[in-house]
């Protein structure tokens, strides 16, 4: 098994410019989310999806959309990219069976916004 | 409203110490814990969680953690410290309200520096 996967491990954008961030996973996990990671402040939630076909939003959710037409992808958008979007990007699933879902994360995408 | 704190953003440690990296919580009812770490340029691993019953849990790579309910507290800790354990660990709360799909607050992150 792969785990989770995400694509692309980098980008640099230019301000205003879009772009999908995709996360996979081969687990067969409910639930999937994504989150941003900055200096001195711990992962924070974007939005996450509790099944096919459904998404909601997390903490910071501003500037970012996402979809999940397939159970296994997880999709991140960034329609027009600004400055303090420049951040590492996680994706992580969890199973909803068994308890208190155990989040697994995947590799990140380091993403720079000039 | 829930919350996880780390109160140390480093620790530092020499080699064959025992090792502790703090986190305490604020949530209604029953928390579930969890320790994550995280090494350069990489994702968060998952080392170990906290459901119910017994107070101290075992994890991954030799490390424990201990949920104090009175002192709101689940610090995780090692007998001896590796130089390859130095790494950003992360404690999370799951968060309980609704279905919020398994939600997890993070702490911002304690660096862990493990020397020679």
């Known amino acids: 098994n792969a785990g989770v996967t995400q694509t692309p491990k980098f980008r640099v954008l230019k301000t205003g410019q879009s772009m999908t961030l995709l996360c996979a996973q081969d687990?067969?996990?409910?639930?999937m989310y994504w989150y941003r990671q900055d200096p001195g402040m711990g992962l924070r939630l974007i939005h996450y999806s509790v099944g096919e076909g459904t998404t909601a939003k997390g903490e910071v959710p501003d500037g970012y959309n996402v979809s999940r037409l397939k159970k296994q992808n997880f999709l991140l958008g960034l329609e027009s990219a600004a400055p303090s979007q420049t951040s590492v990007y996680f994706c992580a699933s969890a199973a909803v069976a068994g308890g208190p879902h155990t989040q697994y994360f995947g590799p990140g995408t380091r993403l720079t916004v000039l | 409203a829930q919350s996880v704190a780390q109160p140390e953003d480093q620790v530092n440690v020499a080699e064959g110490n025992p090792l502790t990296v703090k986190c305490t919580y604020s949530v209604s009812g029953n928390p579930y814990l969890f320790w994550y770490v995280q090494y350069p340029n990489r994702g968060l691993q998952f080392l170990l969680k906290y459901i119910t019953g017994d107070n101290l849990v075992k994890g991954s790579y030799g490390f424990e953690a201990e949920f104090n309910k009175s002192q709101t507290s689940f610090h995780l800790k090692k007998p001896s410290a590796l130089v390859s354990d130095s790494a950003l660990y992360f404690c999370a709360v799951r968060v309980l309200q609704g279905n919020q799909g398994g939600k997890l607050i993070f702490g911002q992150g304690t660096e862990l520096s493990v020397k020679p």
């Open positions: 687990m067969n996990h409910e639930y």
